[in-house]
């Protein structure tokens, strides 16, 4: 056989070389082979039928917490993957440099999928997290320790993407700014962008967004009120405008509380879309309101955002943001991560962070994944979690996860 796989008949919209028309797509030892009209399904040894399908690059979730059983909120990727048509997870500092290579070698190196990671700038990761524990890792600046954070990153450099800090009361305490300085000046020394996640006030946005460079990411921009990014108008504050103009990424980090339809609509009211698309999955948001990275897709095709700017902000715009441009497209000679997506019609009802419900004619669902070169199919195609979505406020951590990983 010339080819391993043959994904035939499908729409193939590539958004970082703008090919979108009806193609095939052949694979060969792990790599994209051939991109035609029409390729012989004789000429491989499998064939996935893409009728009616879109055929995308693997999507890409720039911000998820995959560091499952070793921290409180971690999920399992491989369980997600097919799922969510996602084949890189990029792991947002659950993580530092305390238990980083726990993380290496329990989790990314036995994945199927490719996992990607930020080192926290705590040196205990994210470790208190749960709806009735929650510990801030930045909250004690003694763990804040930046010379700690840079020899992981130069310790596992070949899986590390930057630096993330998690600033604001929650992830913070009292401890105000002084997080983000000591990450950025980590940041700094290993050449690597930073991703900020700011929560509620101290510090405040302001505070946070003129520190940021070109390149660094700021998670959770549509967030709700306080540090929301626009005024109770609905105009976009200035300080978020200037950050966009000079480079600053602006990612979704969708999540449990980090996602406002009504913040959403103003920022695209004034021609402020988001440069990524990201879940921010983890154990309290993997069930509602986030799901995955297909769920929230869904939302800002609901709000407006166009199909193939959607898909871009999932592919090849959070591919460049962490200098990794041999993901998140399809191209000849490509890496073999694809999407087979479809646009399902019927009535969903999609809740943000807040508890607003916003309903849509359609939404994005996966019928499998290929990672380096092989089919992995969805087999859990119910598409009906949306509409299940039960917030579990009163149940214990032990609860939880027993709930979402079996006894």
Not at 173 to 187: H, Q, R
Not at 320 to 336: D, Q, T
Request: glycine fraction near 10%; charged fraction near 20%.
């Amino acid at each position: 056989m010339q080819f391993d796989l043959l994904i035939k008949g499908g729409r193939v919209i590539d958004p970082a070389s703008g090919l979108d028309a009806q193609r095939d797509v052949a694979i060969a030892d792990g790599r994209v082979a051939a991109i035609d009209a029409a390729i012989d399904a004789e000429a491989s040894g499998e064939v996935v039928d893409a009728r009616d399908c879109i055929v995308t690059p693997g999507l890409v979730d720039l911000h998820s917490h995959v560091y499952w059983g070793g921290t409180s909120l971690g999920v399992d990727a491989d369980r997600l993957a097919a799922r969510s048509g996602t084949t890189t997870f990029i792991d947002a500092g659950s993580a530092g440099a305390g238990n980083f290579l726990g993380f290496r070698r329990h989790v990314i190196e036995r994945s199927k999928v490719r996992i990607l990671a930020y080192v926290n700038i705590s040196f205990a990761g994210i470790f208190g997290f749960a709806k009735s524990v929650s510990v801030g890792e930045c909250s004690d600046l003694r763990l804040c320790e930046p010379r700690e954070t840079v020899a992981a990153v130069r310790e596992h450099a070949d899986v590390v993407v930057g630096v993330k800090v998690r600033s604001g009361k929650h992830a913070g305490g009292t401890s105000g700014i002084a997080p983000v300085d000591l990450a950025l000046e980590a940041a700094d020394k290993v050449g690597l962008p930073l991703m900020a996640h700011i929560d509620e006030p101290p510090p405040g946005r302001s505070e946070v967004l003129p520190r940021l460079r070109r390149g660094d990411i700021l998670t959770h921009c549509f967030r709700p009120f306080p540090n929301a990014p626009v005024f109770a108008s609905g105009a976009v504050r200035p300080d978020m405008r200037l950050a966009h103009e000079r480079g600053v990424i602006f990612d979704i980090g969708h999540g449990m509380g980090s996602f406002d339809f009504e913040v959403a609509k103003a920022m695209l009211a004034e021609g402020l879309a988001p440069d990524v698309i990201s879940s921010d999955v983890h154990l309290y948001c993997v069930d509602g309101p986030a799901f995955d990275i297909l769920v929230c897709m869904s939302k800002l095709m609901a709000l407006g955002m166009p199909l193939v700017e959607v898909l871009r902000a999932a592919t090849v715009a959070p591919a460049n943001a962490i200098a990794r441009p041999e993901l998140g497209v399809l191209e000849v000679g490509g890496i073999g991560d694809v999407a087979v997506l479809r646009q399902l019609p019927g009535r969903f009802t999609f809740v943000d962070a807040v508890g607003s419900s916003l309903v849509s004619d359609r939404r994005l669902v996966s019928n499998g994944i290929v990672i380096g070169g092989k089919w992995w199919p969805n087999e859990a195609p119910d598409h009906n979690e949306t509409e299940r979505f039960e917030p579990h406020a009163h149940h214990t951590h032990v609860e939880v996860a027993a709930r979402h990983f079996g006894k």
